[in-house]
């Protein structure tokens, strides 16, 4: 069964308030009071002489179990929310990889479900170790983007963007944070720019994303009485108050801390709220957890993944 053998993140510490942005994306007062009174967005993390390699960097730093076995990485994925994420021809994965000795591992980004690629890149870095065979065999995920166009800077109307990484070691099989199911659901019917399409999706996300959380927790055989936490992806908070509310599950119990600090952390979100869930004590050994995201570029996806801690 695959387990996330270790997890580390990095957020650098420079921080923007969020009226210091208003400028930049054209925004009126009263639409910076609604994100940080109603949304409860605060600042937002920005690394402004750093790199996305820099970020990267410091995601790996902290992963202390791969020191020593980098000889078993046979796959390397970076979670992407855009399809591009820096200029051409810069490659910092394959960068990191050289100054990490993975040149030997296979390399490839997975994009395709926007902010909820972190859980389909775990999710297939599981099959690719199952299919292999190989019990010391290992997949390094790596998720983490920089703001560096007006687009990568902010969801309209709903949150920020902030810079920042995670990283994560996942193994064949593992006694600790074993991943017992994964949903996700497509809509391709979001796949327009059309204004009633953006209401649409706004409108069925509290419950497309309830949906998926509630088919990952059935799949693992579970009810939503047995999950401890959710790790949540940074949106904002009132959306994840609406999806409480269409679950019946306690608001207290989904570790929302990094949304007003660090903004919206692309797919890095669900392991960021790993480290602070742990830090708070949270992720209690052999309770179930969950993860969840939801995207939205070409199309919509509404993902969510169980594991036990």
């Not at 855009?82 to 100054?99: A, D, G, M, S, W």
């Not at 949906?211 to 579970?222: D, F, N, P, T, W």
Request: charged content about 20%; overall charge negative.
């Amino acid at each position: 069964m695959t387990a996330l053998l270790a997890v580390a993140d990095h957020l650098p510490p420079g921080r923007v308030p969020i009226e210091e942005l208003a400028g930049e994306f054209g925004l009126t007062s009263m639409q910076v009071k609604i994100f940080r009174r109603y949304h409860k967005l605060g600042e937002v993390a920005r690394d402004p002489d750093g790199s996305l390699l820099d970020l990267l960097r410091g995601a790996v730093a902290g992963l202390d179990a791969l020191r020593g076995r980098e000889q078993h990485v046979r796959y390397v994925l970076h979670a992407r929310t855009f399809p591009t994420v820096v200029p051409y021809p810069h490659n910092p994965v394959r960068e990191l990889c050289r100054e990490l000795g993975l040149d030997r591992a296979t390399v490839f980004a997975v994009g395709h479900h926007a902010c909820a690629s972190g859980l389909l890149a775990i999710d297939v870095a599981g099959r690719l170790l199952a299919a292999d065979d190989d019990p010391d065999g290992l997949a390094l995920v790596l998720a983490g983007e920089k703001a560096f166009t007006p687009e990568a800077g902010m969801v309209p109307d709903t949150s920020f963007f902030g810079e920042g990484a995670s990283a994560c070691l996942v193994a064949p099989s593992g006694d600790r944070d074993r991943v017992l199911s994964y949903a996700a659901d497509l809509r391709g019917e979001f796949d327009s720019d059309a204004e009633e399409q953006a209401l649409e999706f706004q409108r069925i996300y509290s419950d497309a994303l309830a949906e998926a959380i509630l088919a990952a927790v059935g799949r693992a055989g579970l009810t939503m009485d047995a999950i401890g936490v959710i790790l949540p992806h940074n949106v904002n908070n009132v959306a994840w108050h609406q999806v409480c509310r269409t679950l019946g599950y306690p608001r207290e119990r989904v570790v929302l801390d990094n949304v007003a600090t660090a903004g919206h952390v692309f797919c890095a979100d669900n392991l960021v709220n790993y480290r602070t869930a742990r830090e708070r004590g949270l992720l209690r050994p052999g309770e179930p957890y969950v993860m969840a995201a939801a995207g939205a570029g070409r199309g919509a996806t509404f993902s969510a993944m169980v594991l036990q801690h």
